[in-house]
């Protein structure tokens, strides 16, 4: 435990008390009781490095940030994400001279900010309400307020895959619509997969059975989907 806070062995989930050992100025890490292995090699690591851990999906990277580091910087990440993501889709929705370029809608950048915040929220709610409706007891041992936490730090650290989309605004005009297009596509598959696997991470689903965490990933997103859609077209009509 750090400062009150739960510690997870990086490579299986066990939980542990303690990350490190002090002995007079030196810090020594542990090894986990059921795997045998370091408790949390990142310790050691720097937060850069960490970071590209979890953008190449490596589930020990989101052990850590998810439960032994201090997840302050991410919050300040995800907000930069939330702003890059937001602006990607507004030069998106631009036509394609080059003298509008640099036209962004100070109205528009602020409705899909809004509209990224919704999803954010959907995608959290359903990933509760689906693991919950499985009965996880998980959900029970760490109370309700910390598990919804957890939620929320898995899809902060899987939208760390948003950065994919920094090419589309630094060569829009040297592409074509459908390579955007298929750029925006693979950057959402790495979501998804980022997803998948931080979600695993936390344990709500046994490891074993990755093709759950999957389909729960999967129903989550698609439900999110369709209520933004279905709330985009009613409000299209009501303004028509």
């Known amino acids: 435990m750090i400062g009150g806070k739960l510690s997870v062995c990086v490579n299986c989930g066990h939980r542990v008390r303690e990350l490190f050992k002090k002995y007079s100025n030196t810090l020594k890490t542990t090894n986990c009781e059921k795997c045998h292995h370091v408790t949390d090699k990142y310790i050691e690591f720097e937060e850069f490095i960490?970071?590209?851990?979890?953008?190449?999906?490596?589930?020990?990277?989101?052990?850590?940030?998810?439960?032994?580091?201090?997840?302050?910087?991410?919050?300040?990440?995800?907000?930069?994400?939330?702003?890059?993501e937001s602006f990607a889709l507004c030069r998106q929705k631009l036509s394609d001279p080059a003298n509008d370029a640099l036209n962004v809608h100070e109205k528009g950048f602020y409705t899909y900010t809004l509209h990224n915040l919704g999803d954010y929220l959907l995608i959290t709610c359903f990933l509760l309400l689906l693991t919950a409706a499985l009965g996880n007891d998980q959900i029970k041992e760490m109370g309700v307020r910390h598990f919804t936490l957890t939620i929320i730090k898995v899809v902060v650290i899987s939208n760390l895959s948003k950065f994919f989309l920094l090419?589309?605004?630094?060569?829009?005009?040297?592409?074509?619509v459908f390579g955007r297009s298929v750029h925006y596509v693979l950057v959402m598959g790495h979501h998804l997969c980022s997803l998948v696997?931080?979600?695993?991470?936390?344990?709500?689903?046994?490891?074993?059975?990755r093709w759950l965490s999957i389909t729960l990933v999967i129903l989550a997103f698609v439900l999110k989907e369709y209520i933004r859609h279905y709330a985009a077209f009613q409000l299209q009509l009501n303004l028509t």
């Open 197 to 209: 696997l931080a979600y695993e991470a936390v344990g709500s689903v046994k490891s074993r059975l």
């Open 50 to 84: 960490i970071l590209i851990d979890a953008l190449l999906l490596d589930s020990c990277a989101f052990r850590h940030i998810i439960y032994n580091g201090d997840f302050k910087l991410y919050w300040k990440v995800s907000l930069v994400v939330l702003l890059l």
């Open 167 to 176: 090419p589309i605004l630094v060569w829009r005009n040297n592409t074509t």
